[in-house]
């Protein structure tokens, strides 16, 4: 399991409950080796709010009681890292380096007295020891900077002195950015050399990541980017020494997992974000379980949450933040009707028909997923497919019922007679009054994105937020030419940064074009009447206006439900948001049931 920073740690950088239970989850589910993540060797170089510390001895209870409870189940390493928030290498005097070295050995020290199974030293990512690795940030002409001997001699020192500590007794790893992405930055070459002299120096493992800040899609890859692309990079420093190397990069399906081993790439495969969505991601592909993990969306949620100064979430996976929380069997039996397949209606009746509920789910359409349905449709969404059939599954291997093309009705009610409801029903497309929907030349996104062919010509999209943007790239991959009118200052609201700048730079790369701060006062004969910065003009004619202007409620007028029914209303129902709330909800909705 690879290091991340799951944010929730004590103010102090103690070891938390909701911490250890998150870790303790992961080590239940088969992981094999797990690694701490970016954890601070000096208070000066503490990178985020609520990030675990290795830099006080009072910290060792809290460590070692941790260090316990996972290695019954898992080897356990802490990845010791200083994140010098801006402040670039030139900055450090001689003292200062030398002080913030020596943190990085008692930290090692500190780690094996709690019992850890190893240290990785974090070099890559924009900590500290990278800025000095790499030629990009480091300015210095001392000692410490310009050739690869002077930009590895920090690397190397603080190396030596954590081997002189623990060497032999623990095993010492270090974790490097094999390539920064960026022109004038660390590359292959130099990388494939470091790792070869930090086996001189007598590590015993690397780990090959890659990408810093401005590269953020290499390190942490969204699910525009294809699965495995770091490997080749893991498999070029396999082979340049002997030591085991970790791959990583979007490994978070069973088959680019084991093909990172099976396939001679490199010694170990780990993943960060397939372990959050699923903590029993490992012992489900070895027992060949695949159809039941939980699939990691590569949305990057968890990444958003913690730029955020958040604890980590996730969008799949409700468990987050309670990891170990195990739902109580009902002390009744109780009826349950859940009104509406998408994602949080079968969470919902998942987790309530686990509690021993009768749970019976409708929903109108011909098949469940509600808007998974319509948000797997553009392209690199693939991802939202395999969330649709897990789903699914779960709520039909629960012994849940159900019963599709059914409107909810009275008659429906009168025929179940449930004890609860949860109103699951989602949302629908919102237009402006300016749009005439009734116009046969303007059509939702929705209905665009179950086009398989398009009519060659322009097309013209009203709203440049996430669906907007989605829609416009279909549009473009099918020959559309396009334009985006959004009326905000900039498009791609709802789009976290990474993916926003994938996405844009292929929007302009197919011609999309993009117009920001426009106002749409008016359809016309297949034409749009704006308004841009004080004037007016006219855009078309088109083959289709494209309405993505968002969503309202769709809820089920409370008065159908007569009196005795205890009633939630989840999701979209409730208020429209995205996929997070909307399995959230649902899972809590099930708890609350027979309450």
Known sequence: M????????????????????????????????????????????????RQLGIDRDDLLPGLTGLTSSIRQHARLGVQLSFKSVGRPPETFDLEQIRSYRRAFARAAVRARQAGFDA???????????????SPYFNRRNDQYGGSLDNRFRLLRETTEEVLSAVGGEILVGVRLSMADFVEGGLGLDETLEIGRRLEEVGVDYLSASAGIGLTQFRMSPPSDVPRGRLLVYGRALQQTVSIPVIGVGRLDRSAVFREAVEGGHVGMAAAARAFIADPEFAIKIEQHREGEIRPCLACNYCLTCLHQGKALRCTVNPFIGRDLFQPEPLSKPIRVLVAGGGPAGMTAATFAALRGAQVRLIDKGPILGGMLTIAKRPPFKEPIADLARYLEDRARSAGVTVGLNQEFSPTILAEHEPDQVVVATGSLPWAPECMCMSDSRVVTAESVLQWDRIRPGRYLVVGGGLVGLETAEYLAERGGEVTVVEMLDQAGAGLGPIRLKLMLDRLIKAGVNLLVKTRVIAVLDGSLRVETGGREHTLGPCEAVVVAAGYRCNPIPSPVFGDGVKVQVIGDACRVRSIVEAIGEGFDAAMNIGK
């Open 119 to 133: 240290v990785e030293l974090h070099a890559c990512h924009d900590y500290w020891l990278n800025y000095f690795l």
């Open 2 to 49: 690879a290091p991340m920073v799951i944010n929730c740690a004590g103010d102090d950088g103690s070891i938390t409950p909701a911490f250890e239970d998150f870790y303790i989850a992961r080590a239940r589910g088969g992981v094999g080796y797990i690694v701490l993540g970016g954890t601070f060797v000096h208070h000066d170089g503490r990178g985020f709010g």
